[in-house]
């Protein structure tokens, strides 16, 4: 299916176009009080800690809770984790900080940096993810993806999956529902972009949704794009050649 005449292409950042697990497994391997531990170990530590960051999203969000700095969710997902799995006694408070700190450093996925290049020249490119800005500023500086503006949930004062972020970031666009795409690697996102009548798009991770139905989503979304390079795929569909 393809989706005609976008004026805005709207991206959540993290996990959709920089791949956090290299970097929380390596700072996870190279913690003192951790590098006894066996590398798929440290693997399934760093996916248990993506999922309980989003669990703790949903959580807040339908408990009516508000924005929340993402550096106080990463830490109090971690903390919750290392005491599960026995470790919360051995791990200091150094540690837990550096670890913390070391999601705001990531490399993107391959095929983003061009795909956002090629992108731009035609659209506006455009971030809307929960975090705060200065995360934001960090992942962009840390990965090199060249974006035009970037829409934090601390600067906006929503969270996604409120339809109201959404809402928000086409007001200050000054666009309307239908002329701008969601693109994200989380079927969540995209259900709630829908939801205010924005096209969406989904870009297959293996290190995203991992409790989603794959069919499922593919049958809500405009376009879902895996394989080799589904943001290079993007660029194709929306910039030809």
Not at 29 to 57: K, Y
């Amino acid at each position: 299916m393809t989706i005609p005449g976008p004026k805005a292409l709207i991206f959540d950042l993290m996990g959709t176009c920089t791949n956090w697990h290299p970097t929380i497994q390596t700072a996870l391997s190279t913690s003192p009080s951790l590098t006894h531990l066996p590398t798929e170990t440290l693997a399934q530590l760093a996916s248990s800690w993506r999922t309980g960051f989003f669990n703790e999203i949903h959580r807040r969000f339908h408990a009516g809770l508000g924005t929340e700095s993402i550096d106080v969710t990463h830490r109090r997902v971690l903390d919750s984790l290392l005491d599960e799995v026995g470790f919360g006694a051995g791990v200091k408070e150094e540690e837990r900080e550096r670890l913390v700190s070391a999601w705001h450093f990531q490399g993107a996925w391959d095929d983003t940096i061009e795909a956002i290049t090629r992108l731009k020249e035609r659209f506006m490119v455009i971030v809307l993810a929960n975090g705060t800005t200065r995360l934001q500023l960090d992942l962009i500086q840390s990965s090199g993806i060249p974006f035009h503006a970037l829409f934090s949930s601390q600067l906006l004062g929503l969270t996604k999956p409120d339809p109201a972020i959404y809402r928000k970031a086409l007001e200050l666009l000054q666009v309307e529902p239908d002329e701008a795409v969601m693109v994200a690697a989380h079927a969540y996102d995209l259900r709630a972009a829908k939801g205010v009548g924005m096209r969406t798009v989904y870009i297959y991770r293996d290190t995203e949704d991992l409790d989603e139905d794959m069919g499922v989503v593919r049958r809500e979304v405009d376009v879902f794009l895996d394989g080799e390079g589904p943001l290079g795929q993007l660029a194709e569909l929306f910039c030809g050649e």
